[in-house]
């Protein structure tokens, strides 16, 4: 039930956040597997790609700092551990890249898929909304529920919980790199 709520929380701050001033700059993406998709579907500088991706992860971190910061001690002992995540008792590292690669092609598929015909594009800040939306309450007790490399980027290295953080780093970038330049095939 918490993860339900959280979800609900999250997915319309996500949408927000996309469409505010300030995230309508970069573009609003503020996942690092998305960066490299955006760029592919030809919405995203190739040039910029690179330092976006550093700035994305540098946030999280400053992000698990300013939380301590804030908190103190409190957010990085356990049960929040800077909030780290970590995969529900039993997931290998290959069932969790697998979960994580599959639950970002799913992410992927329809945002290019909204992308690529003018009239759902203007949408696409809504689809991810409740994609995330989704995505929380559905995989936080088994893989996590990153779905996010700079989700759990800050996180594991503050806390030094790197045991998944590879999986977590790796796994949502894997399906980029095997597509076609844009959802069309050009």
């Given at each position: 039930m918490k993860l339900l709520v959280i979800g609900a929380c999250v997915g319309p701050l996500l949408v927000g956040l996309i469409l505010s001033p300030a995230g309508k700059a970069p573009g609003g993406h503020m996942n690092p597997a998305i960066?490299?998709?955006?760029?592919?579907?030809?919405?995203?500088?190739?040039?910029?790609?690179?330092?976006?991706?550093?700035?994305?992860?540098?946030?999280?971190?400053?992000?698990?700092?300013?939380?301590?910061?804030?908190?103190?001690?409190?957010?990085?002992?356990?049960?929040?551990?800077?909030?780290?995540?970590?995969?529900?008792?039993?997931?290998?590292?290959?069932?969790?890249?697998?979960?994580?690669?599959?639950?970002?092609?799913?992410?992927?598929?329809?945002?290019?898929?909204?992308?690529?015909?003018?009239?759902?594009?203007?949408?696409?800040?809504?689809?991810?909304?409740?994609?995330?939306?989704?995505?929380?309450?559905?995989?936080?007790?088994?893989?996590?529920?990153?779905?996010?490399?700079?989700?759990?980027?800050?996180?594991?290295?503050?806390?030094?919980?790197?045991?998944?953080?590879?999986?977590?780093?790796?796994?949502?970038?894997?399906?980029?790199?095997?597509?076609?330049?844009?959802?069309?095939?050009?």
């Open positions: 960066s490299p998709a955006m760029w592919r579907f030809g919405v995203f500088s190739g040039v910029a790609l690179v330092p976006y991706i550093v700035a994305q992860l540098a946030g999280s971190l400053l992000g698990v700092l300013a939380g301590r910061a804030v908190w103190g001690r409190a957010a990085s002992r356990p049960p929040v551990s800077d909030a780290a995540l970590q995969p529900g008792p039993g997931w290998s590292a290959g069932a969790l890249f697998v979960a994580e690669t599959a639950s970002m092609a799913v992410i992927v598929l329809l945002v290019g898929l909204f992308l690529s015909v003018p009239r759902p594009a203007p949408l696409v800040p809504w689809l991810v909304g409740l994609l995330i939306s989704m995505a929380i309450p559905l995989l936080g007790t088994t893989t996590g529920g990153s779905v996010n490399p700079a989700r759990q980027f800050g996180p594991a290295i503050a806390s030094g919980q790197l045991g998944f953080l590879r999986v977590y780093l790796l796994a949502p970038w894997w399906g980029l790199w095997r597509r076609p330049h844009s959802i069309t095939g050009s």
